[in-house]
């Protein structure tokens, strides 16, 4: 099975400071996302990678930058973190038109 | 953009219960999917049906292109079927999946 890894499950930061949350996937997928997730918005694109060093934004890029130097890492980077990104983190990859893995999520809290 | 409006947003079930969850979409798509999100927020894809009939077990789904909408309907519900249920779309080739809201299930023993 096709595993996504996000590497912090709960993470705390100040405001201001520049948090870096890794996500890892092992089946050499193409396509990587980044999607925020608060309660009765659903998901929400934050960015997309379709290979190494390439990027879309999707519908909230405001406030991030995104990092793949390589196929199976995807990094999402808060450049200065602030209390409105306090949110679940869901990092998924894709390989074909829908199969979707999403990784467990990182539960961020900007204090 | 597309919009996705997912209803109910909360439902409340005794075990053994059927229910049916409700997707409409404002715009002609090409990729739709049904995604289960366990309470420990683990996301599974239940099915993918852009039109037509799907079943899987006691889940099955209908998605009605033409008229814009997707229903997923759970039978016989179990404890472990709680959580909660998202709907999705795509325009085109299914980069920039739109999530609906969310319809959050509990499933009482």
């Known amino acids: 099975d096709v595993k996504v890894t996000q590497s912090s499950r709960y993470l705390v930061k100040r405001t201001g400071e520049k948090v870096f949350l890794e996500c890892v996937q092992d089946m050499d997928h193409e396509n990587m996302f980044w999607y925020r997730q608060d309660p009765g918005l659903g998901l929400r694109l934050i960015y997309f990678?379709?290979?190494?060093?390439?990027?879309e934004k999707g519908d909230i890029p405001e406030g991030y930058s995104v990092s793949r130097e390589k196929k199976e890492r995807f990094s999402l980077i808060l450049e200065s973190a602030s209390t409105n990104q306090t949110s679940m983190y869901l990092c998924a990859s894709k390989q074909g038109a829908y199969g979707y893995t999403f990784g467990s999520g990182t539960r961020l809290t900007v204090v | 953009g597309i919009q996705v409006e997912q209803s109910p947003p909360d439902l409340i079930l005794q075990e053994g219960a059927n229910s049916t969850l409700r997707c409409n979409f404002s715009?002609?798509?090409?990729?739709l999917q049904w995604f289960h999100q366990n309470p420990w927020g683990q996301l599974i894809n239940l099915f993918y049906i852009p039109s037509g009939t799907k079943q899987n077990g006691r889940l099955s789904a209908t998605t009605v292109a033409t008229e814009r909408y997707s229903l997923l309907y759970i039978s016989s519900s179990q404890t472990t079927d709680s959580g909660v249920y998202f709907c999705a779309v795509s325009l085109g080739a299914g980069n920039m999946l739109t999530f609906g809201g969310g319809t959050r299930l509990m499933v009482k023993p």
């Open positions: 715009d002609s798509v090409n990729n």
């Open positions: 990678s379709y290979d190494v060093k390439m990027k």
